[in-house]
């Protein structure tokens, strides 16, 4: 506890002293992520269901919109279900935007970071893609579902729930997560950077190697274990209320449930967000490779089960 | 039948892989950032004892498999099938020869086995750790032999072979851990 105390005060002072502005957004937001990859808790009360946030993303990008400049939240997320050695339902995030920059820019920021927090060696830079080959032996950003699916069963995963009418992102992820995580685990600190178009979220789209276009999205792993995510963010508000509406269709087909989505956000993106790039960050993870711990519930006060 | 959901496949649990009972011996929830979340298991087949792996996507059933363990003493075999009873009911079950596989090997009588039942019939037996058996046959030691390790081989009153010192003599009872089939310690002379 400690340990956890002492970071908080790090990553504060880092981006403090680096002119970024701590703000502290609501919990209870009447708008929800409609990722369907994330489940927020949706809370009833006596003025109509509210909805814990699964990341302060979309009340920072309305603050971004309305001029305040790099901001920073350091604040609990909630996403129902999640719960397993490296996930609790409750955890806390650290999530910061910088206006005007780029995401590589960004990216080095993340670095200075890590080396503030938990010194090692600089972190590479390999695209998704490649990762995806060398593990999978084939390009993700061209294969069909069905191609996918006939590469997961030819390294031996047998999964249950899954067809190839499930479309490319759970298949990426099966793979991804059975089989380049394990590799990337082997590969010390790396920004996996170019991802697939598909898992691109509230990030931008540019021009890919092919004729595909990929997203301008990263990931920090360090050995294996996913630490940060960032963007060079969207801002296009029709491109995104379209991809709510794919979200809506998804989560639709998959009977899951339909989050309200954030209008407020969407009236926001209209007014015009600043060009910026934003990254989340998780804390409980990052105190968990500091103290060496093998699971987030040694490093969280009151995990799940205790809370 | 019951299921599980993915939310309860939990270590120790038992249920259904391609019509087999399984337990599940590890399980890892699995989910890249914001993507598809999945539960990792590892099952031991309670039937062959094999080690599997399987991915639910989250939100899957699982069937539950009806397997329940239980304390049974062992009787005796006409050769075909080992007999067992529960001592509170005095419930009789019979095991065939593939269900006692190792386990056939330490049993004399008497012993306190643990067997799993499937449906009601025995799947697998599981024998007490340690039993304690005479020797019938071994050679003598010879003092000074170094070449086979200090050890020698030794026929047990039910069959098994075992390496036991060279100290050991027929007529010995001797204490075997069945987990590893090691000699553990002379009981009496």
Redesign the interface.
């Known amino acids: 506890m400690r340990r956890r105390a002492e970071l908080l005060r790090r990553l504060r002072a880092f981006l403090d002293g680096r002119g970024v502005l701590e703000v502290d957004p609501p919990l209870l937001s009447q708008g929800a992520s409609t ?1 369907p ?2 489940e927020p808790f949706a809370v009833p009360l006596p003025g109509g269901v509210r909805h814990l946030i699964t990341s302060p993303e979309l009340h920072l990008k309305r603050l971004l919109a309305a001029g305040s400049g790099p901001v920073y939240a350091l604040t609990h997320a909630f996403r129902a ?7 609790n339902p409750e955890f806390t995030l650290l999530e910061w935007y910088r206006p005007g920059w780029s995401m590589e820019r960004l990216m080095e920021e993340v670095e200075a970071l890590l080396q503030e927090t938990l010194p090692g060696p600089p972190a590479a830079r390999r695209p998704y893609g490649e990762l995806f080959e060398e593990a999978c032996g084939l390009n993700p950003h061209a294969a069909a579902p069905d191609e996918l699916a006939e590469a997961a069963g030819a390294q031996g ?6 067809g190839p009418e ?1 479309g490319k ?2 298949w ?3 793979l ?3 089989r380049v ?1 394990p590799l990337l685990a082997r590969l010390g600190r790396v920004f996996v950077t170019h991802w697939p178009a598909e ?1 691109a ?1 509230l990030a931008e789209l540019a021009p890919g190697p092919g004729v595909r276009p990929v997203a301008r999205r990263f ?1 920090l792993y360090v050995d294996g274990l ?1 630490l940060a ?1 960032g963007f060079q963010e969207l801002r296009d508000p029709e491109e995104q209320a379209r991809r709510f509406e794919a979200d809506l269709r998804q989560r639709r087909a998959r009977g899951q449930a339909l989050p309200p989505v954030d209008r407020r956000f969407l009236a926001a993106l209209e007014a015009g967000l600043p060009p910026c790039a934003g990254v989340a960050l998780g804390v409980d993870r990052l105190l968990m490779r500091l103290l060496g711990a093998e699971t987030l519930s040694e490093v969280l006060p009151f995990p799940w089960d205790r809370a | 039948m019951a299921t599980y959901g993915t ?1 309860d496949l939990k270590t120790g649990l038992k249920v259904m892989i391609d019509g087999d009972p399984c337990v599940i011996v590890a399980s ?11 539960t ?1 298991v590892r099952l031991r087949n309670l039937k062959t004892g094999r080690i ?9 059933t ?1 069937e539950a498999a009806d397997v329940v363990d239980v304390e049974m003493q062992y009787l005796y075999t006409d050769g075909e099938f080992w007999h067992f009873m529960v001592p509170e009911t005095f419930e009789q079950h019979a095991a065939s020869k593939a269900v006692m596989g190792e386990a056939a090997q330490w049993l004399k009588g008497q012993e306190l086995c643990t067997v799993t039942l499937w449906n009601g019939e025995p799947i697998a037996v599981t024998p007490p750790n340690f039993v304690e058996l005479k020797v019938v046959q071994t050679d003598p030691g010879v003092r000074g032999d170094t070449s086979s390790g200090g050890s020698k081989p030794a026929t047990l009153e039910t069959g098994a072979v075992i390496r036991v010192p060279l100290f050991v003599e027929e007529g010995d009872v001797l204490k075997v851990d069945t987990r590893t089939g090691e000699y553990v310690s002379r009981v009496r002379a």
């Open positions: 990722d990859g994330v279900g999640e719960r397993g050695r490296l996930h995963l047998r999964v249950r729930g899954l499930d992102g759970p990426l992820d099966l991804w997560s059975h995580e898992q979220m990931e996913e995510n | 939310n890892d929830f699995v989910k890249p950032g914001k993507g598809q979340a999945f990792r599997v792996e399987r991915t639910f996507k989250s939100g899957e699982v």
